[in-house]
């Protein structure tokens, strides 16, 4: 199995779109790299973790599920480098490769002595992209295979004849 450590701000911070919404507002930033993430996972299958420092939210530490994601917020006086350390060498054996995005060098470093792979938030970045190029072509090549009615009918009565077709009423 494999699952991708993400330092959420450290990313933010290193996309140009989650930069320009961070300046707005913050919330949206994380929530528009949580969908990200969400993408990735069901494309590439890793588990994937997101791990978000708690001097920008107060309160005690908190850890949630969106859309199969996991999210963190460490606790009030723990990054997110240091749980991503923890979580690395927990999470590590031999059925688990760990992969952590982040681009801080030390931590990078710091991981990969505890056997796991890094990926730069640049690289990640590239890799997202690719990931929505190819889902945007697959759609466009189911759409393209739709198969056609030479009867014109609107797409409620569409609708209707496929849940017809499937035995749903």
């Given at each position: 199995?494999?699952?991708?450590?993400?330092?959420?701000?450290?990313?933010?911070?290193?996309?140009?779109?989650?930069?320009?919404?961070?300046?707005?507002?913050?919330?949206?930033?994380?929530?528009?790299?949580?969908?990200?993430?969400a993408?990735?996972?069901?494309?590439?299958?890793?588990?994937?973790?997101?791990?978000?420092?708690?001097?920008?939210?107060?309160?005690?530490?908190?850890?949630?599920?969106?859309?199969?994601?996991?999210?963190?917020?460490?606790?009030?006086n723990?990054?997110?480098?240091?749980?991503?350390?923890?979580?690395?060498?927990?999470?590590?054996?031999?059925?688990?490769?760990?992969?952590?995005?982040?681009?801080?060098?030390?931590?990078?470093?710091?991981?990969?002595?505890?056997?796991?792979?890094?990926?730069?938030?640049?690289?990640?970045?590239?890799?997202?992209?690719?990931?929505?190029?190819?889902?945007?072509?697959?759609?466009?090549?189911?759409?393209?295979?739709?198969?056609?009615?030479?009867?014109?009918?609107?797409?409620?009565?569409?609708?209707?004849?496929?849940?017809?077709?499937?035995?749903?009423q």
């Amino acid at each position: 199995m494999d699952i991708l450590l993400v330092d959420g701000y450290n990313v933010i911070g290193a996309w140009p779109e989650l930069r320009e919404l961070k300046k707005k507002d913050l919330s949206s930033a994380r929530d528009r790299l949580i969908e990200k993430m969400a993408e990735y996972q069901g494309y590439s299958g890793y588990r994937v973790i997101v791990v978000f420092d708690a001097h920008f939210v107060k309160g005690t530490e908190k850890k949630y599920k969106d859309s199969k994601v996991e999210v963190i917020f460490t606790r009030t006086n723990e990054t997110a480098d240091e749980r991503i350390e923890k979580l690395a060498i927990s999470l590590n054996n031999r059925k688990t490769q760990v992969h952590v995005a982040t681009s801080d060098y030390t931590e990078q470093w710091a991981i990969f002595g505890q056997g796991a792979l890094r990926k730069s938030s640049r690289e990640l970045l590239n890799e997202m992209n690719s990931i929505e190029n190819r889902i945007e072509k697959k759609v466009k090549k189911i759409q393209a295979n739709k198969p056609f009615s030479k009867l014109p009918i609107s797409e409620e009565m569409a609708e209707i004849f496929e849940k017809w077709r499937r035995g749903q009423q």
